[in-house]
């Protein structure tokens, strides 16, 4: 046997009454000081009345995840049919075409919403009757690992709490943050360039409140623990209608100190302890994923790294944010030496912490990211790139007051028009190794529905609605959908054909365990190698990609370390002196 790193599966483990009263206590302590005991009694109580039924016995020591963990992420609209409920359109879909696939779906907000698609939620425990209802969801569910959004950090203004918050009521009334506009707020990190703070009308008189993404989307206060303990409530909701995995959107952002970046703080991450202590008592096995489109070692805090050697103890998830403009950058470019220095860099992941990779999603491709990995003109060179290709840029206010590029708008398949050179042949090919790319990393993989289906920018959509992210969010009516999956040659059977081939392999070869290693093997800037493994019984894979347009050289010495199995071809490997332009090989050793 290799004496190469091997690994051990992580499994999920009940938290028991005792353990769970201490953690809660001291997450509380840290947040609300002397109110942690009355807080904590009305967490229990809570706790007693709304929790889901405990686990049977042995059900909380599954594997939290394997090879076969493959999610798809789709709005609940994004299939119509007539007057049928789109969720029970999508879930139908799934079942006739996808049916093996994918192991979970991300049902992106289906609430009740005022505005950006469904994350300005109006009734967090309702589902929107545009869409269907809680026994659509449940089916979903009942089928494949269900991931939910908890959109916590803010709330619609058609919220009853807001409306409460106008009227001087209860609940609502202390759920907001109120700001004296002449405070001086410069040090805040702002994700947009809208006004921080809304002027809203009161039977109090005007207020200033706090809004970090829209003057439709006011932040609630989590020092008021109230508002965390309504929010335990919701997931505690979405966890008896079969939810697995629960997204929690925005959470970098969630505490507000005045004089601090309000970004990140350490009131924050306890909040995510809190909620992992939660779900670790109440429901083992569900995975927490935390959404923080931020620089890469920002994102990488809310694994809870720093406190190791302890267990694990926030989210057992964080999205792989800098791939996408990696990847993005690597494929127009030509040239895999950044993307291959950012893989190297990504820490050993301790048991019960894995990524969520993917190359796109219902936000934009964020470009805050390449923070640190990518000089300014690569970036503005992109940027110039994504708008020769039909894309645009959406801005974030900076610290003193100037914008700059937030994220790119664009579907993934018009990204890949071309490279820097111009639009040109080989569209198809550098979207497929693209994805390939991103399968074969260690993590779990999720694929948007407009990936799947090589859809183009909606522009028309833009149009309709004035906002820049709808140019990746078109609604397929099905009829449409399935008459290109059912004809000959269209670029949306290619795609769907090649990429569904692709996540039937993967999900049957054991070295795209999660937790399986990885390691980025020496090779030309060309070409990106990776092996993962070995396995304990010495199986390994090497996955190769051509990142140019033009043949390139395949003298790699792992190559010559004994005999291979190509899985694509379903066959042994027979030696190659070249690899066609983003061409890419997932090739096996057995020990």
């Known amino acids: 046997m290799s004496d190469r790193p091997t690994f051990t599966p992580s499994v999920a483990g009940p938290l028991d009454a005792e353990a769970f009263s201490r953690r809660a206590h001291g997450h509380l302590a840290f947040l609300y000081?002397?109110?942690?005991?009355?807080?904590?009694?009305?967490?229990?109580?809570?706790?007693?009345?709304?929790?889901?039924?405990?686990?049977?016995?042995?059900?909380?020591?599954?594997?939290?995840?394997?090879?076969?963990?493959?999610w798809l992420i789709s709005y609940g609209d994004s299939l119509l049919e007539g007057e049928r409920a789109p969720l029970e359109v999508l879930d139908e879909f799934l079942e006739t075409r996808l049916a093996e696939t994918f192991s979970g779906v991300h049902l992106l907000p289906f609430f009740p919403w005022s505005s950006d698609d469904g994350f300005s939620v109006i009734h967090y425990r309702e589902v929107s009757p545009?869409?269907?209802?809680?026994?659509?969801?449940?089916?979903?569910?009942?089928?494949?690992?269900?991931?939910?959004?908890?959109?916590?950090?803010?709330?619609?203004?058609?919220?009853?709490?807001?409306?409460?918050?106008?009227?001087?009521?209860?609940?609502?009334?202390?759920?907001?943050?109120?700001?004296?506009?002449?405070?001086?707020?410069?040090?805040?990190?702002?994700?947009?360039?809208?006004?921080?703070?809304?002027?809203?009308?009161?039977?109090?008189?005007?207020?200033?409140?706090?809004a970090t993404f829209s003057e439709d989307q006011i932040d609630l206060n989590f020092a008021n623990p109230d508002v965390l303990l309504e929010f335990i409530g919701i997931l505690l909701f979405y966890l008896g209608q079969g939810a697995r995995v629960i997204r929690l959107d925005a959470i970098a952002y969630l505490w507000k100190a005045v004089g601090t970046p309000c970004i990140h703080l350490p009131q924050t991450h306890e909040v995510v302890r809190l909620l992992r202590t939660v779900v670790?008592?109440?429901?083992?096995?569900?995975?927490?994923?935390?959404?923080?489109?931020?620089?890469?070692?920002?994102?990488?805090?809310?694994?809870?790294?720093?406190?190791?050697?302890?267990?694990?103890?926030?989210?057992?998830?964080?999205?792989?944010?800098?791939l996408p403009p990696l990847l993005l950058h690597t494929l127009t470019s030509g040239e895999a030496g950044t993307l291959a220095a950012w893989l190297k860099s990504l820490p050993s992941l301790p048991p019960g912490c894995s990524f969520l990779n993917f190359t796109a999603s219902h936000d934009g491709i964020g470009v805050r990211p390449l923070e640190g990995w990518l000089p300014q003109h690569e970036i503005d060179a992109l940027l110039e790139l994504m708008h020769r290709f039909g894309g645009f840029v959406s801005m974030r206010t900076r610290d003193d007051g100037s914008d700059s590029p937030y994220e790119i708008n664009i579907t993934w398949f018009d990204a890949m028009k071309g490279t820097r050179r111009g639009p040109d042949p080989w569209q198809?090919?550098?979207?497929?190794?693209?994805?390939?790319?991103?399968?074969?990393?260690?993590?779990?993989?999720?694929?948007?529905?407009?990936?799947?289906?090589?859809?183009?920018?909606?522009?028309?959509?833009?149009?309709?609605?004035?906002?820049?992210?709808?140019?990746?969010?078109?609604?397929?009516q099905r009829d449409e959908l399935e008459l290109l999956l059912d004809s000959p040659d269209t670029p949306t059977r290619m795609v769907f054909e090649a990429l569904t081939r692709r996540l039937a392999v993967r999900r049957g070869e054991?070295?795209?365990?999660?937790?399986?290693?990885?390691?980025?093997?020496?090779?030309?800037?060309?070409?990106?190698?990776?092996?993962?493994?070995?396995?304990?019984?010495?199986?390994?894979?090497?996955?190769?990609?051509?990142?140019?347009?033009?043949?390139?050289?395949?003298?790699?010495?792992?190559?010559?370390?004994?005999?291979?199995f190509d899985l694509l071809e379903e066959a042994p490997w027979a030696p190659v002196e070249s690899l066609a332009p983003y061409r890419c090989l997932w090739l096996v050793q057995k020990s």
């Open 33 to 70: 000081g002397p109110r942690a005991d009355e807080v904590l009694r009305r967490l229990l109580t809570l706790l007693a009345h709304q929790a889901p039924p405990p686990p049977s016995p042995g059900e909380g020591d599954a594997p939290l995840w394997s090879e076969r963990d493959q």
């Open 130 to 210: 545009d869409l269907g209802d809680w026994s659509h969801v449940r089916a979903l569910a009942g089928r494949r690992d269900l991931a939910v959004d908890l959109v916590l950090n803010h709330v619609s203004r058609e919220s009853l709490w807001f409306v409460d918050y106008l009227s001087g009521s209860q609940p609502g009334r202390d759920y907001f943050i109120e700001m004296d506009p002449e405070t001086d707020l410069s040090a805040v990190v702002r994700p947009r360039s809208s006004p921080l703070l809304v002027k809203v009308p009161t039977r109090r008189g005007p207020r200033h409140l706090w």
């Open 280 to 322: 670790d008592h109440v429901a083992p096995g569900t995975l927490l994923l935390t959404e923080t489109n931020v620089p890469h070692r920002e994102n990488l805090s809310y694994l809870g790294l720093e406190r190791l050697p302890a267990p694990p103890d926030e989210a057992h998830l964080v999205y792989q944010f800098p």
């Open 428 to 476: 198809m090919q550098r979207f497929l190794c693209g994805q390939q790319l991103m399968l074969g990393l260690r993590g779990i993989p999720a694929l948007y529905l407009h990936v799947l289906t090589g859809t183009l920018n909606d522009l028309e959509g833009v149009e309709r609605s004035g906002r820049l992210r709808s140019i990746n969010r078109r609604r397929w």
């Open 510 to 564: 054991p070295c795209f365990h999660p937790d399986a290693p990885q390691r980025v093997l020496e090779a030309p800037p060309e070409l990106l190698v990776l092996e993962r493994g070995p396995l304990q019984d010495g199986r390994r894979l090497l996955a190769i990609h051509n990142v140019t347009d033009a043949p390139q050289p395949l003298t790699l010495p792992a190559l010559g370390q004994g005999a291979w």
